[in-house]
């Protein structure tokens, strides 16, 4: 069973990079079945997907964040990671990394979520 | 403003069978499939039902999904109190290169 498991810092400034990493255990990244992704969620909102890579570098966005996200993948360390640039206050949430089954685009495994605040 | 469209809220009583819809369009319900997720409180979000109708391993049968044209429903049948929870519809969106679009989600209060 795939467990993940966010880190990074839970406060950044405004017009900087929010910077996260995503580490997974009990299967690999490079595993065929899957992408894998951030979703973040807004305190007392909805859900809003960020972006899907998979092992190979192959990646999807969200087009409205597009401009200012980058996924990445480290297979010898078994890890992703997001980074998103210029933030603001809008950028404040839950962030989630997840694995996304390849195929049927289901998010069947969640980290249990970092909260970032975007403040000065 | 979601892709998808859900009511923000609905409630019914123990034992009662409740439905929420998901609307949306052409380029994501109408040429995908739709997902499912139920999301306790204070709790990351959880897959309820994925490929229109299929449950994951452990949801209970009392949930049950369809879809017909542009539009979802999942339906909630013998509510329990534990069923309190928010629920949100998903899809692939073939437009803009594909991507993921969620629904507001929908608000279940068991009364």
């Known amino acids: 069973q795939l467990q993940l498991q966010e880190s990074g810092p839970g406060l950044v400034k405004p017009s900087e990079t929010l910077s996260l990493t995503c580490t997974v255990s009990?299967?690999?990244?490079?595993?065929?079945?899957?992408?894998w992704g951030w979703i973040r969620q807004p305190p007392g909102k909805g859900l809003e997907w960020i972006g899907s890579i998979y092992y190979s570098g192959s990646t999807y966005y969200n087009p409205s964040l597009k401009s200012r996200v980058t996924i990445s993948v480290d297979t010898s360390k078994n890890q992703f990671s997001l980074k998103l640039s210029s933030v603001t206050a809008a950028d404040t949430a839950v962030y989630y990394c997840?694995?996304?089954?390849?195929?049927?685009?289901?998010?069947?495994?969640w980290g249990q979520g970092t909260l970032v605040t975007v403040s000065s | 403003q979601s892709v998808l469209t859900q009511p923000p809220s609905a409630s019914g009583t123990p034992g009662q069978r409740v439905t929420i819809s998901c609307s949306g369009s052409s380029s994501n319900i109408g040429s995908n499939t739709v997902n499912w997720y139920q999301q306790l409180p204070g709790t990351a979000p959880k897959l309820l039902i994925y490929s229109n109708n299929q449950r994951p391993s452990g949801v209970p049968d009392r949930f049950s999904g369809s879809k017909s044209g542009t539009s979802a429903s999942l339906a909630i049948s013998g509510l329990q109190s534990e069923d309190e929870a928010d629920y949100y519809c998903?899809?692939?969106?073939?437009?803009?290169?594909?991507?993921?679009?969620f629904g507001g989600g929908t608000k279940l209060t068991v009364l």
């Open positions: 009990g299967g690999s990244i490079s595993s065929s079945s899957y992408y």
């Open positions: 997840t694995s996304m089954v390849r195929g049927v685009i289901i998010f069947d495994y």
């Open positions: 998903a899809a692939w969106d073939d437009s803009l290169n594909g991507h993921v679009v």
